[in-house]
């Protein structure tokens, strides 16, 4: 949407770039978008969002693609956790350095799409299989599709390498 922006209030001052087709605003003057394409900044936080993307769309509650590969992200902000309709996911080309950060996005009902690379975590062991066990809803990952066998080698990652929570009975109980 913005060129080399360093924070996400910084979006208000800013007009979008042109694109293919003309972006469509409302009668307030709210774009009518449901893609937000926040790609080569040097974002480093997602601190007001929720607040800049309701000044800025008319529907941010019906957000389904966020671009905000190639920033400066050292984690997934739980901000993105919040918008369920959200299908595409770009983060690739971050600095996010744990690959837990993936868990906070399986509250993601419609996540279909999603790419990470370019990030350290892609350099820990079993990364695919890893995001495609706790994402399983997602059918391309990295802008590769999921494959049967991407699952079946994901599922046996995950009996090798996740152990099973112990389920704790009280002493109540029996």
């Known amino acids: 949407m913005v060129a080399f922006q360093a924070s996400v209030?910084?979006?208000?001052s800013e007009e979008p770039r042109k694109?293919?087709?003309p972006l469509k605003h409302s009668k307030s003057g709210k774009s009518l978008t449901q893609s937000l394409w926040l790609n080569n900044n040097v974002l480093n936080e997602l601190k007001g969002f929720n607040?800049?993307?309701s000044l800025l769309l008319q529907h941010p509650e019906n957000l389904a693609w966020i671009d905000l590969s190639f920033n400066d992200l050292t984690?997934?902000?739980?901000?993105?956790?919040?918008l369920f309709n959200l299908s595409v996911l770009y983060l690739h080309g971050n600095s996010i350095q744990r690959l837990?950060?993936?868990?906070k996005l399986a509250i993601l009902p419609r996540l279909r799409s999603l790419t990470l690379h370019g990030n350290p975590m892609e350099e820990e062991k079993g990364y695919r299989q890893y995001v495609l066990c706790t994402l399983p809803r997602i059918t391309t990952f990295d802008f590769s599709g999921v494959t049967k066998a991407d699952r079946t080698a994901?599922?046996?990652?995950k009996r090798m390498n996740i152990k099973p929570k112990k389920v704790r009975i009280k002493q109540d109980a029996l």
Do not use: C, F, K
């Open 154 to 157: 994901a599922e046996v990652w």
């Open 19 to 21: 694109g293919q087709r």
């Open 100 to 103: 837990g950060e993936v868990n």
């Open 75 to 82: 984690s997934i902000d739980p901000v993105l956790t919040t």
């Open 51 to 53: 607040h800049v993307i």
């Open 9 to 12: 209030t910084d979006l208000m």
